[in-house]
């Protein structure tokens, strides 16, 4: 039978905004040696903001509107700020085979041209010539019938709350991981600025599932996973508590976790941990 005390302990959290999918995770919480974090829309807010269009041969409007074009059935946040920044609303009747490519970017027919738009590894994919483009944040390559159109530059924040978050879980002796599909130069950034000594960049959502059995392996006590869920479902499930993003996160993320961050803060993690020991002591 479960300990009367792990409901209250459930209604603690709750009513500080973290929802307990059952009173053995907080069991579990106090079993947690290991937290892993995805980056985008997790430790940042995963608003994207456009903050230059390089454009190789046509105009920076030109680029912004296949941009947009290809862009404008993703639900990922990069490809929200495309389109916002664009400002046009592109006629479906010009949209054909949208493809998106998980970890990588987008594939679609405007207007009959072969519109690409993502990261360095969808560029190779498809055999671009492309020129690498240095930025401290995130770089959507565009290419049109096979030929490189420019990049777009797109900034992200890291969360007001996250190093306090990270120094948190640090004083409760947790080790911290982050997995993220973004660049090595903008993780390490992220990872420099929070002090998260453990950063896996460039990953493809399988690749962060294989990182997350490996860190599951090497741990003794328990592994948290925390996501926004953009392509990190599959991670979620794998690890020992899975946690969500309640507000940016997907339904299917929040469905899948067995806890959520109603508010969106990494500090109400280190709140949980908080309830948990306390939902212990009035246990013992
Ligand atoms: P993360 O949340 O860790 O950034 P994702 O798997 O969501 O990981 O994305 C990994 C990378 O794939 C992004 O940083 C971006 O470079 C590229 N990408 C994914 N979706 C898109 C998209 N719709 N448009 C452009 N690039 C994308
Ligand atoms: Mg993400």
């Known amino acids: 039978s479960i300990p009367l005390s792990f409901f209250s302990g459930i209604g603690v959290s709750s009513r500080r905004g973290i929802l307990v999918k059952g009173g053995n995770y907080l069991e579990e919480l106090n079993r947690v040696k290991t937290v892993v974090f995805d980056k985008t829309g997790t430790l940042t807010y995963g608003k994207f903001q456009v903050t230059e269009v390089r454009a190789e041969g046509i105009s920076q409007e030109e680029l912004l509107e296949v941009a947009a074009a290809a862009e404008k059935h993703s639900n990922h946040p990069i490809a929200q700020s495309i389109v916002e920044a664009c400002g046009i609303d592109i006629p479906e009747k010009n949209i054909q085979d949208y493809k998106e490519i998980e ?168 709140e949980a941990f908080d309830v948990a020991a306390l939902t212990r002591k009035v246990v013992l």
């Open 103 to 270: 970890g990588k970017g987008v594939a679609v027919f405007y207007r009959g041209e072969e519109i690409l738009a993502g990261n360095e590894k969808l560029m190779k994919d498809y055999n671009i010539k492309y020129e690498k483009a240095e930025n401290h944040g995130t770089v959507v390559y565009v290419a049109k019938n096979g030929k490189h159109l420019g990049a777009i530059l797109i900034a992200d924040k890291v969360k007001k709350d996250s190093a306090k978050a990270i120094e948190g879980l640090k004083k409760l002796g947790v080790e911290c991981h982050m997995l993220t599909g973004d660049s090595r130069s903008v993780a390490e950034a992220v990872g420099g600025e929070l002090g998260i000594e453990n950063i896996h960049s460039e990953l493809l959502p399988q690749e962060k599932a294989d990182h997350l059995t490996r860190i599951k392996n090497e741990t003794e006590g328990s592994v948290i996973f925390v996501g926004d869920g953009i392509n990190d479902a599959p991670v979620l499930a794998l690890s020992d508590i899975g946690v969500a993003m309640g507000g940016i996160g997907s339904d299917a993320a929040i469905e899948a976790a067995d806890m959520v961050l109603m508010t969106d803060e990494p500090t109400k993690l280190v």
